[in-house]
């Protein structure tokens, strides 16, 4: 069975830096891109980005270009999504999931809530 | 603003067929196939229907997709209290090289 595990939600202060991760399993983790998607509170879902678990290649939306960092650690079947310094607006839901032509399986999510 | 344009909510009452519209480009729709998830409050998104009118394992046949031109639909006939949810459409887009979801559609069973 496919499976994405993330870690947990995380409570932050603006600037602090901050790593959460997505564990996969049930597959070949090297075989599918990870995508890493945003859910703001209310709202819909927007495209981060996403890597080569093969080759660590990461492409960014332009809206999150230099604001975050996907990498990944395919000897463990892991993929991570960093932050250097976070905003107040980096209040949300992520996700990763793998994609296949599109987004197939899901993580459960890891709530970031970053306030002073 | 999201790329693909759905309407940001829609109803029906049991029994009822509704149909969810997403709108795109010739970046995105036009050229790539669709996916549609649907997503219950506080909960992962879920696949529903992938490569435009396909349905994985387990989800029911009430549950439907089309794609004509830069448009994609979602039908979902005798319409159940338990298919209130967020719905989401999504599509590859060549000119981002990465994929673009429509804004969501919650969908209220009256």
């Known amino acids: 069975e496919v499976q994405l595990v993330q870690s947990g939600a995380e409570v932050k202060k603006p600037g602090e830096s901050l790593r959460i991760s997505c564990k996969g399993s049930g597959y070949i983790f090297s075989n599918y891109w990870i995508n890493w998607v945003r859910q703001m509170p209310g709202k819909g879902l927007e495209w981060m980005g996403r890597i080569d678990p093969s080759d660590s290649y990461a492409i960014y939306s332009p809206s999150f270009q230099g604001h975050v960092t996907i990498s990944t650690d395919k000897s463990i079947s892991a993929a991570y999504l960093q932050w250097s310094s976070l905003k107040a607006s980096d209040t949300a839901i992520y996700y990763c999931a793998r994609l296949n032509l599109l987004p197939d399986y899901w993580g459960q999510g890891t709530q970031v809530t970053v306030s002073s | 603003q999201s790329v693909l344009a759905q309407p940001p909510s829609t109803s029906g009452t049991p029994g009822q067929r509704v149909t969810i519209s997403c709108s795109g480009s010739t970046s995105n729709i036009g050229s790539k196939t669709v996916n549609w998830y649907q997503q219950f409050p506080g909960t992962a998104p879920k696949l529903l229907i992938y490569?435009?009118?396909q349905r994985p394992s387990g989800v029911p046949d009430r549950f439907s997709g089309s794609k004509s031109g830069t448009s994609a639909s979602l039908a979902i006939s005798g319409l159940q209290s338990e298919d209130e949810a967020d719905y989401h459409c999504?599509?590859?887009?060549?000119?981002?090289?990465?994929?673009?979801f429509g804004g969501g559609t919650k969908l209220t069973v009256l």
């Open positions: 999504a599509a590859w887009d060549d000119s981002l090289k990465g994929v673009v």
């Open positions: 490569s435009n009118n």
